[in-house]
């Protein structure tokens, strides 16, 4: 099975500063990775999703953005933090074979 | 507009007490539907994939079901090490494999 790392586990940053957000995965290849959002006490929500390299495709409007600059490798960013950034992302990956979407351990944000 | 509901929001059972948590959803097409369980501070871990109405899968104490317009987790003689909250998304005919609609969750609380 795929095993997905994200880094930091945990942030705080002030408003107005920048942000990196890793995730990589291990165990495939060619997946499909996501990026979502959860606001504390409610569902996911889908910000970004690729299916290859250079490969974006943003599902609201908002502060970040994503890139891949490797097959196993997906980054969330923003060059501007707002207080509404704040949450728990979570980067997942999934591929048409086994049909299986499986989910990182999340970063923390806190924007302060 | 698709979408997914789970009810009840928290659940508090005591140890050994069998109960179910209900997921209704609306979609255009149903390509699967996902049970996740999730834990505070992590990523939802993958429980099952449900594809058509009258499916059923068995995981220890849990049953997930599938019918036209609702799935049901059935947890059989809950213990303590089963409280989370538990995280039903669909996955659209149309969209793209990792493009899940999430509900909001149930909390269940299992007191010994």
């Known amino acids: 099975s795929q095993t997905i790392h994200q880094w930091p586990a945990t942030l705080v940053q002030p408003v107005g500063s920048p942000l990196s957000l890793e995730c990589t995965v291990e165990g495939t290849s060619n997946p499909n990775l996501y990026w979502y959002r959860q606001a504390a006490g409610r569902g996911l929500q889908l910000l970004f999703y690729?299916?290859?390299?250079?490969?974006i495709s943003s599902e609201v409007p908002q502060n970040l953005s994503a890139s891949r600059p490797q097959d196993r490798q997906f980054i969330l960013s923003s060059k501007k933090l707002l207080l509404s950034d704040s949450g728990f992302y979570l980067c997942?990956?999934?591929?048409?074979?086994?049909?299986?979407?499986?989910f990182g351990e999340g970063s923390w944000l806190t924007v302060v | 507009e698709d979408q997914v509901t789970q009810s009840p929001e928290a659940l508090r059972l005591q140890e050994g007490e069998s109960s179910s948590l209900n997921c209704s959803y609306t979609?255009?097409?149903?390509?699967?539907l996902f049970w996740y369980r999730q834990d505070p501070g992590k990523g939802p871990e993958f429980l099952f994939t449900?594809?058509?109405a009258g499916e059923e899968k068995e995981k220890e104490r849990l049953k997930a079901t599938l019918t036209k317009k609702e799935s049901f987790l059935h947890i059989t003689a809950p213990k303590p090490e089963d409280s989370a909250t538990y995280l039903c998304a669909v996955q659209p005919i149309y969209n793209q494999g990792g493009k899940l609609i999430f509900g909001q969750g149930t909390e269940l609380s299992v007191k010994p």
């Open positions: 449900l594809y058509s």
């Open positions: 997942a990956s999934h591929r048409d074979s086994g049909n299986t979407i499986y």
């Open positions: 979609v255009s097409g149903l390509r699967g």
């Open positions: 690729s299916v290859g390299i250079g490969q």
